[in-house]
C-alpha cells in the first residue's frame, strides 16, 4: 500500500508558474513509478507526466517544455513544476503510485489538488 497527499495547487494568472508536491508513504521500497494526472470538468482524468523508478520521464505533449517532473527517493517525495500556465492547464491535479516499475498499472492515488490559471 502506498498513501499520497498532495499540495501546492493554487490559483494564478497565466503565464505563472506553481509547484506541486506529493509525500508516499506506507511502503519501504521505492521501486515504482509516479506521476501526476488531471481531470478537468467533463474531462477524463489524463496523464500530465510520469516518471520509471530508473528515471525515465514521460510527458503530455499539451504541457512539454513548460513542466517538469522530479522525484526524492530518500525523501519519497514527487514534485511537479508548472511553468508559463495556460487556462487550460485548469483542473484537479492527483498524484499517482504504480504498483510496477514502469508505470502501467496505476493503483494508488492522491485525494488532488485544485490548480486553476485564469486568463
Known amino acids: 500500500q502506498v498513501q499520497l497527499v498532495e499540495s501546492g495547487g493554487g490559483f494564478v494568472q497565466a503565464g505563472g508558474s506553481l509547484r506541486l508536491s506529493c509525500a508516499a508513504s506506507?511502503?519501504?521500497?521505492?521501486?515504482?513509478?509516479m506521476g501526476w494526472f488531471r481531470q478537468a470538468p467533463r474531462n477524463e482524468r489524463e496523464l500530465v507526466a510520469s516518471?520509471?523508478?530508473?528515471?525515465?520521464?514521460n510527458f503530455a505533449e499539451s504541457v512539454k517544455g513548460r513542466f517538469t517532473i522530479s522525484r526524492d527517493y530518500i525523501r519519497k517525495m514527487l514534485y511537479l513544476q508548472m511553468n508559463s500556465l495556460k487556462p487550460e492547464d485548469t483542473a484537479v491535479y492527483y498524484c499517482?503510485?504504480?504498483?510496477?516499475?514502469?508505470?502501467?498499472?496505476?493503483?494508488?492515488w492522491g485525494q488532488g489538488t485544485q490548480v486553476t490559471v485564469s486568463s
Open positions: 506506507g511502503r519501504t521500497a521505492s521501486n515504482y513509478a
Open positions: 516518471i520509471t523508478w530508473g528515471n525515465v520521464e
Open positions: 499517482a503510485a504504480a504498483r510496477d516499475m514502469g508505470g502501467r498499472y496505476w493503483d494508488y
